[in-house]
């Protein structure tokens, strides 16, 4: 995937990679509407499950994906972004001590955000980018058999 130079900003909270191309890439990853997220999003669609809010900013942490009369939050992680305890995938070689630290903050802020919303009652899943891959459809429906329970 080619960036222009035109588009292309390097973001300088980051050290400078030592491949330009590399700092472009990452630069390109979206926080919002992920291929997981829609990947998932199209599943509880097809399902029947509407009525959701995404990016919900009423409540702490932003969830991916909230079932606001439900009370459920749902957080779609990619396995790079949130190490993902599955993959279990190794640390960039580069920076090392950079993205260690990065990688610390991203998982202590998912932790705060997850206990933020439970001690406010709210139902929280969090599912990674490879469990969506690998079955979608059982996740959406663990979802939808968590909406049946809940009574409004």
């Known amino acids: 995937m ?11 909270r980051s ?12 630069s390109a ?23 959701y809010r995404l990016n919900y900013k009423k409540i702490s942490g932003r969830p991916d994906i909230v079932f606001v009369s439900k009370k459920i939050a749902i957080f779609i ?3 790079f972004w949130h190490r993902c305890p599955i993959c279990n995938l190794p640390l960039p070689i580069n920076n090392r001590k950079f993205w260690q630290n ?8 998912d932790f705060n955000k997850v206990q933020d919303l439970k001690m406010s009652g709210w139902k929280v899943f969090s ?20 909406i049946a329970k809940i009574k409004t």
């Open 15 to 26: 050290p400078k990679p030592k491949s330009e191309n590399v700092s472009r890439i990452m």
């Open 2 to 12: 080619v960036i222009s130079e035109k588009s292309y900003i390097r973001d300088s």
């Open 29 to 51: 990853n979206k926080s919002k509407n992920t291929k997981p997220e829609i990947l998932f999003r199209k599943t509880l669609w097809k399902i029947g499950k509407r009525g």
């Open 102 to 109: 990065k990688f610390e903050k991203n998982q202590k802020r």
């Open 77 to 79: 992680h990619g396995c």
């Open 127 to 146: 599912f990674w980018e490879c469990e969506l891959k690998k079955d979608v459809d059982k996740l959406a429906k663990k979802i939808d058999k968590e």
